[in-house]
C-alpha cells in the first residue's frame, strides 16, 4: 500500500466534510481553528494517507494537495 | 461596382459582405427575408457561415457570440422579430459587443401586418430591452444611402463597441433602385480588437471576460456611468439632412420613406411660394435636437410625419422645445402618407 | 523519504480566488474537473467559456479562460456564434437544469440537432439553486421546493424532463451521456466524459452533451454529505447513469 500525506490549503477550505466522508482510510476530520472565512478547515489527524486522492477528487473547492511519500530503498 | 438596380434588401445584404460581413444569424419575417436568402447563398461560397437560427431569440445570441470574438456579424429581422431581439440587444449593449441589427420595420403593435411602417421608432431609440442602453439608430432614406449606412454601421459598432440599428422600412427593402456598392474593406479585415475572445494567446495568456452582471451596486453604476460617457461620445456621429430650411416658416421633420415622400410635397409647395423645408434625421439615435432646436425660433410651424401614429413627434417637440407650435400626420397599419396628404395638411395649417 | 506531489490546484483554475459556492456544492466539483481537463489537454489559451444564468453566473472569476456572459438559457445560442467564427477555439457551455431544460429549450435542442462542435457540461440539481429553490422541470416527484411546497405533483407540474434520453432521439450524430460527481468513483467517470466531450470537440467532431448529477445542499436543506447520499440513493434511479449516444 502506498504511503501519502496531504496537505489542506486551510484558507480554501469550507468545511463541508465530503473528504472526510470520501477517505477510505478515516484519516481525515474536521478542525478545532477557524481560518479567515469563518469555517474550520480539515485536518490529516493521524498517519496511514494511502495516497489515494479520493478527498481531493472530491474537494469542490480545491484545498487539498496530496503527496506520495517513497521510500529510498 | 458600376451601378445596378436592385431591390433594398439584397442591396442591404450585398453592401455587408462587401464591409467584410461573413457570418449572418436570422430567422425568417416578411419583408426581409430576401437578406437571409442572399445570404445563405453567399456566405459559405466566401469562407463564412449562414445559420439559420431556431427563433430571433437564438439569434440575436449568435450575433452575440459572433460579436463576442472581434467578427463582423450581421442579423436582420422585421418588428416581432426584433421584439424578440430585445433581450439579447441588452445584453450585447451590456457586454460591449459590436454587431449590426437592421430592421425593416412593419406594422404593429403585436403581429400587426405585413406592410410597410415606422413604428418602431420608440422600439429602436428609447430601449425595447431593459436596462439604461442606447443603440446608435440609422434611418436611410434612399437605398444608395441604405448601402453606406449598412457598411458605415460595421465601423461605429466596433469603433463604440456598441449595436448599431439599421430601421428601414418596407418600402426600402422591397423598392427596386440603381445602387453602386463599394468594396467597403479591401483586403484583409482590420485585426481583431485586444477585448475579443479567442485571442486569449495574442494577449500573453490574459483572459477576456464579456459581461454585464456587477453584483455590487457601486461597480454597476461605474459600468452604466461608463456607458453614459460612450453615449455622449456617440454624439458626435449625429446627422441629418436639412433640406430647403434657410429662409422656411414651416418645417417638416420626416424619416426614411416619408422623407422621400415629404420631399415631393415641399417641392410641390415651394411652386406655390410657400417657404417650406425639412429636417430628415438620419441619425435617430443620437436625435439631430440641436438642428432643429436652431431653426426653432424663425419657424412658424413644424409638422411632424410619420409611418405611425406619432413617435419621433416626442423627438421634435423636446427639440423645438415651445418655441413653434408642433403637429403631426401620419397613417399606421401599412398606409403611406400621401403627397397630396402632407400638401393638403401644411395648406390647412397656412 | 522522497515527497512526489501527486495532486495539487489546476493550474486553470483562477489563482487565489474562493468560489461564493456554498460548502459542499457539486458546482465546485464541475469546475475543477472543467480546469483540470483544460490542463491536461493544454488548451487555456484557445478555450472559449459561457457563463449560464445560476449560481454559476461568476463561474468566469473561477476557470482561468476567456469568457462569455449568456442570457438565461442562450448559452447554445451564443456559443454557436462563438464557435462559427472561430471553429479553431475550443467552445464550452455551462448550464444548469433551470437554464437548459426550462428557459432554454428551444436552444439546447436545436445546438443539438445542428450539431454544432462545441460541448455542453449540463448540471443538473433538481433546482432552482440561484434564486432560492424553486421547482425546476427535473425536480423529481414527491421532492419539495418552495414553488412545490407539497413535493413536486406530476398532475400540476408534469415529469422530470430527462434531457439526455430526449436529445438521443435526434438523429445529428452526437455524444451524450450522464454521469455524476456524487462520490469518487462516479466522479473519475465523469472526468472521462468531460474530457472526452472536449476531445471529440478537437478532433472536430460534433456536438457533445454531458449531463452531470449534482446537489444543492442549501435548498434540499440537507449536509453535503447527506445531499449526496440523496443524490445517489434518488436521483440516480431517476436519471440513469450512461452513453446515450456516441456519434453513431
Ligand atoms: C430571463 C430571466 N428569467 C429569470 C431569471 C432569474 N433566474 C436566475 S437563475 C434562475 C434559475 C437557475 O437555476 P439553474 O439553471 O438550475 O441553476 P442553479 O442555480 O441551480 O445552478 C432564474 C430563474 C433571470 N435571471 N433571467
Ligand atoms: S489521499 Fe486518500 S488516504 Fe490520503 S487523506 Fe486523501 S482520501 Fe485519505
Ligand atoms: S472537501 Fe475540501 S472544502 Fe470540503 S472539508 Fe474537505 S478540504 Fe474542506
Ligand atoms: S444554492 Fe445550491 S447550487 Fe447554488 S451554490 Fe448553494 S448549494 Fe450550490
Ligand atoms: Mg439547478
Not at chain 1, 496531504?6 to 484519516?27: D, F, H, Q, R, T
Not at chain 3, 472569476?61 to 471553429?87: M, N, Q, S
Not at chain 3, 435526434?170 to 466531450?197: D, M, Q, W
Request: charged letters at 20%; proline letters at 6%.
Amino acid at each position: 500500500m502506498a504511503k501519502g500525506r496531504i496537505n489542506v490549503l486551510e484558507e480554501y477550505c469550507k468545511s463541508c466534510g465530503l473528504c472526510v466522508e470520501a477517505c477510505p482510510v478515516k484519516v481525515l476530520r474536521i478542525s478545532d481553528h477557524i481560518n479567515s472565512k469563518g469555517y474550520r478547515p480539515v485536518e490529516q489527524f493521524k498517519e496511514g494517507c494511502i495516497a489515494c486522492k479520493m478527498c481531493a477528487t472530491m474537494c469542490p473547492d480545491a484545498a487539498i494537495e496530496v503527496y506520495k511519500i517513497e521510500e529510498k530503498q | 461596382m458600376a451601378r445596378v438596380l436592385m431591390k433594398g434588401t439584397e442591396a442591404i445584404a450585398e453592401a455587408a459582405i462587401q464591409a467584410g460581413c461573413k457570418y449572418f444569424f436570422g430567422y425568417p419575417i416578411t419583408p426581409q427575408n430576401e437578406i437571409p436568402e442572399y445570404m445563405s447563398g453567399k456566405l459559405p461560397k466566401i469562407g463564412g457561415a449562414y445559420v439559420q437560427a431556431e427563433s430571433e431569440v437564438a439569434a440575436i445570441n449568435m450575433v452575440m457570440g459572433g460579436g463576442s470574438t472581434g467578427t463582423r456579424i450581421m442579423t436582420t429581422s422585421s418588428s416581432p422579430g426584433i421584439s424578440l431581439m430585445s433581450e439579447g440587444i441588452s445584453y450585447i449593449a451590456g457586454c460591449e459587443i459590436p454587431a449590426v441589427i437592421v430592421n425593416v420595420m412593419r406594422g404593429g403593435p403585436g403581429l400587426g401586418g405585413i406592410l410597410p411602417s415606422q413604428a418602431d421608432y420608440f422600439q429602436s431609440t428609447k430601449g425595447g430591452g431593459n436596462g439604461d442602453y442606447r443603440l446608435l439608430v440609422l434611418a436611410p432614406s434612399t437605398l444608395q444611402e441604405a448601402v453606406e449606412l449598412t457598411q458605415e454601421a460595421f465601423d461605429l459598432a466596433e469603433k463604440y463597441r456598441n449595436p448599431v440599428m439599421i430601421l428601414a422600412d418596407g418600402f426600402m427593402g422591397q423598392m427596386m433602385e440603381a445602387v453602386e456598392i463599394k468594396e467597403h474593406v479591401s483586403g484583409d479585415l482590420p485585426p481583431r480588437e485586444p477585448w475579443a475572445l479567442g485571442c486569449m494567446g495574442e494577449r500573453g495568456s490574459k483572459r477576456s471576460i464579456l459581461k454585464s452582471l456587477y453584483l455590487n451596486p457601486e461597480d454597476l453604476e461605474k459600468h452604466n456611468i461608463k456607458l453614459q460617457k460612450k453615449y455622449r461620445e456617440m454624439d458626435k456621429e449625429v446627422r441629418s439632412e436639412s433640406y430647403l430650411c434657410d429662409d422656411a416658416e414651416i418645417l417638416v421633420a420626416a424619416f426614411g420613406t416619408t422623407a422621400r415622400i415629404a420631399r415631393s410635397a415641399i417641392n410641390n409647395l415651394r411652386k406655390e411660394g410657400i417657404r417650406i423645408g425639412m429636417v430628415r434625421p438620419i441619425t435617430l439615435y443620437p436625435f439631430p435636437t440641436q438642428t432643429i432646436r436652431d431653426l426653432a425660433s424663425s419657424l412658424k410651424h413644424v409638422l411632424v410625419v410619420e409611418m405611425n401614429m406619432g413617435q419621433m413627434l416626442e423627438d421634435v417637440q423636446t427639440a423645438v422645445c415651445g418655441k413653434a407650435p408642433v403637429s403631426f400626420f401620419g397613417h399606421a397599419g401599412g398606409i403611406a402618407p400621401s403627397v397630396k396628404e402632407i400638401e393638403d395638411r401644411v395648406r390647412s395649417i397656412l | 523519504m522522497n515527497e512526489i506531489k501527486i495532486y495539487e490546484r489546476p493550474k486553470a483554475w483562477a489563482e487565489g480566488v474562493h468560489t461564493h459556492y456554498c460548502p459542499g456544492c457539486g458546482h465546485g466539483i464541475l469546475h475543477r474537473l472543467i480546469c483540470e481537463i483544460i490542463d491536461e489537454l493544454g488548451i487555456q489559451n484557445d478555450t472559449i467559456g459561457t457563463a449560464p444564468v445560476g449560481c454559476a453566473a461568476l463561474m468566469y472569476d473561477y476557470i482561468d479562460v476567456d469568457f462569455c456572459e449568456a442570457a438565461h438559457g442562450r448559452a447554445p445560442a451564443l456559443a454557436t456564434g462563438i464557435k462559427r467564427t472561430r471553429p479553431d477555439k475550443i467552445v464550452f457551455t455551462y448550464q444548469g437544469d433551470g437554464d437548459l431544460a426550462s428557459i432554454g429549450t428551444a436552444e439546447i435542442i436545436h445546438v443539438a440537432n445542428r450539431g454544432e462542435k462545441l460541448t455542453t457540461v449540463f448540471i443538473n440539481n433538481a433546482i432552482y439553486g440561484m434564486t432560492g429553490g424553486q421547482m425546476a422541470p427535473t425536480t423529481l416527484i414527491g421532492q419539495k421546493a418552495t414553488t412545490c411546497p407539497f413535493g413536486r405533483d406530476p398532475e400540476l407540474a408534469g415529469y422530470p424532463m430527462r434531457m439526455c434520453e430526449m436529445l438521443a432521439t435526434l438523429e445529428t450524430p452526437g455524444f451524450i451521456t450522464r454521469v455524476s460527481v456524487a462520490r469518487p468513483k462516479y466522479i473519475i467517470e465523469a472526468k472521462k466524459a468531460i474530457k472526452k466531450a472536449f476531445q471529440n470537440q478537437i478532433e472536430g467532431k460534433g456536438y457533445s452533451f454531458v449531463e452531470v448529477l449534482s446537489n444543492c445542499p442549501t435548498n434540499w436543506g440537507m449536509t453535503p454529505v447527506q445531499a449526496f447520499e440523496w443524490t445517489e440513493s434518488t436521483m440516480i434511479p431517476h436519471y440513469p447513469l450512461g452513453v446515450f449516444k456516441d456519434f453513431k
